[in-house]
């Protein structure tokens, strides 16, 4: 699954878990947080595999669900502890959906084989694969799964636009360093 995809697809589930749980819509610095996590297990695994070489996969460390678990309890500890435990369950919802998201294509075709990666290091990695974020983007295909991912992205952004666009504000501060003290968690 694509960056922006994996980025839709933990909007969606964060949504759904606050809609269901306390009938709130995502703000702030949580959806920031829900951002970074969804694409956390590739900023970890893609680069420490293709650019440092010190891991055997783009879906290995970070991808599995034994070291995964305990990058989120780590991660939901920490923020917890400097008093942004809504950060920490959104960034934790963002991590856990991009497994179903690097998941869904081989659930959909049966092809449970390919999901060895969840269970890294206990299961071997495949001994090949595509190098290079550059690679990817020149071999991009009209394939139902990437067009899957598409209309998720549409439909994440659609939604994100009618929640007023939350945590654009807070990562505009953040990145030109305006930003923001942890209890402004919620608002």
């Keep these: ?12 589930a964060y949504t759904l878990y606050l809609r269901g749980r306390f009938s ?20 970890i695994d893609k680069t420490l595999a293709w650019y440092v070489g010190v891991l055997p996969y783009g879906r290995s460390l970070a991808h599995s669900l034994l070291t995964g678990t305990v990058i ?3 991660v939901v500890a920490a923020l917890r502890l400097r008093g942004a435990e809504t950060s920490g369950t959104a960034l934790a919802i963002g ?22 990666f969840l ?21 991009i295909e009209g394939s139902p799964l990437f ?32 930003g923001r003290s942890p209890e402004s968690d919620v608002e």
């Design 1 to 12: 699954m694509w960056p922006w995809a994996h980025a839709a697809l933990g909007y969606l």
């Design 24 to 43: 709130e819509r995502p703000v702030g610095l949580p959806v920031v947080a829900l951002g970074f996590g969804t694409q956390l297990p590739d900023l």
């Design 119 to 139: 269970a890294w290091p206990l299961a071997p990695s495949p001994s090949t694969e595509t190098v290079g974020i550059l690679t990817h983007l020149r071999d």
């Design 147 to 178: 067009l899957f991912g598409l209309g998720l992205t549409v439909v994440g952004l659609g939604l994100w636009y009618r929640h007023g666009l939350p945590g654009l504000r807070e990562l505009v501060g953040l990145l030109t360093s305006e």
């Design 95 to 116: 991590y856990a959906s991009h497994f179903f998201g690097d998941a869904f294509g081989s659930l959909v075709s049966l092809s449970f084989g390919d999901l060895v």
């Design 72 to 74: 989120m309890l780590a």
